[in-house]
């Protein structure tokens, strides 16, 4: 109902940014929240921020300091994620959820992620 494509991620150096997107497509009216999470193996997946159908962001208390930023552009049922300063600590398989209006009620999907690598 709902299916969502990640991309954007790559190998970058400490410092450097990246700008991740996902594309949402699929039977839906319309798409509520878009939020990130990340994962690394072995550790559970992390929330990083959410957006809601009218632009209004919330992010992890961890993430707070400024340097990731999410936006929508709803025209093309894409959020974005903009991380500036990048840490090796950020390294990390960053994944994209939206919950969706759909016939018969909501629905929520995941990406499959997208790597980004920062080297020290």
């Known amino acids: 109902q709902v299916q969502l494509v990640e991309s954007g991620g790559g190998l970058v150096q400490t410092g450097e940014s990246l700008r991740l997107s996902c594309a949402a497509s699929?039977?839906?009216?319309?798409?509520?929240?878009m939020g990130w999470y990340r994962q690394t193996p072995g550790n559970q997946r992390e929330f990083v921020a959410t957006?809601?159908?009218?632009?209004?962001?919330?992010y992890a208390d961890s993430m707070k300091g400024g340097r990731f930023t999410i936006s929508r552009d709803n025209s093309k049922n894409t959020a974005y994620l903009q991380m500036d300063s990048l840490q090796p600590e950020d390294t990390a398989l960053y994944l994209c959820?939206?919950?969706?209006?759909?016939?018969?009620?909501?629905?929520?999907?995941w990406g499959r992620g997208t790597q980004v690598t920062v080297s020290s």
């Open positions: 957006i809601s159908s009218g632009g209004s962001p919330e």
């Open positions: 959820n939206a919950e969706a209006i759909v016939k018969g009620g909501r629905a929520i999907g």
């Open positions: 699929g039977t839906f009216f319309t798409l509520t929240a």
